[in-house]
């Protein structure tokens, strides 16, 4: 997990997080590590090689129960560990993609102002769809496929801006951007509404 401390750098964001909105699409940013291809404008993180240097970053800061939906869309075998997330206060349009270091946890979360932790190694197929947020205390809960797991870890500073962080690590292989009122595809060929948590189902057509 991460520390408590403030960031060190956050130029060009300013505000209290409970003045963002959570109105625009999230995308990837542009900084990411050097095994990271972004594709389908950015709303896609895909490492391409070996199974670290995966780490990334949401292109805007994220508000205060804002939920971040990611889903996996490509997995193996091959390795161990899988997502580590989290988020950062530090802009990540003041950090260059080459000066990441190989792993989020614990080369970045032991660094001022980063904050995430390895999701369960069962999760380890594609089709999930993770959710995650933070309150006004930082505490980080998540979900996963629309079931609330309750919380990640607690402790995150968030009197400054807050960008979402993934590590695409080991037996996650690609992941992307969705959004809490788009239709998908389960699993199980149901096509699901994700809304405020809840899941409805019904045939797809």
């Known amino acids: 997990m991460g520390n408590n401390g403030s960031a ?27 095994n ?25 800061p994220i508000a205060i129960n804002e939920r971040v939906y990611v889903k996996f869309v490509e997995t193996n075998t091959s390795w161990s560990g899988v997502l580590r ?23 970045l979360t032991n660094k001022q102002g980063n904050w995430a ?6 999760y380890t197929t594609s089709n999930i769809l993770l959710h995650f947020s933070v309150n006004r205390a930082g505490d980080v809960t998540y ?12 402790g995150v500073v ?5 960008w979402a962080m993934l590590d695409i690590y ?13 239709g998908e595809l389960d ?3 149901d096509f699901c509404l994700y809304r405020e948590g809840r899941v409805t189902r019904r045939p797809a057509s």
């Open 117 to 122: 932790k390895a999701l369960g190694e069962r």
């Open 143 to 154: 979900g996963v496929n629309g079931e609330e797991k309750g919380l990640f870890f607690s």
């Open 187 to 189: 699993s199980t060929g």
């Open 8 to 34: 060190s750098s956050n130029r060009g964001v300013s505000g209290d997080l409970n003045s963002l909105r959570a109105e625009s699409p999230l995308m990837f940013h542009e900084t990411h590590g050097d």
């Open 158 to 162: 968030t009197n400054q801006p807050l």
């Open 85 to 107: 997330f989290g988020f950062t206060s530090v802009d990540p349009a003041t950090i260059r993609g080459c000066d990441l270091p190989r792993y989020a946890c614990p080369d």
């Open 170 to 182: 080991g037996n996650t292989v690609a992941v992307e951007f969705s959004h809490a009122n788009a």
């Open 36 to 60: 990271i291809q972004l594709q389908y404008n950015n709303t896609r993180a895909r490492r391409y090689e070996s199974f670290c240097k995966g780490i990334c970053f949401s292109s805007r």
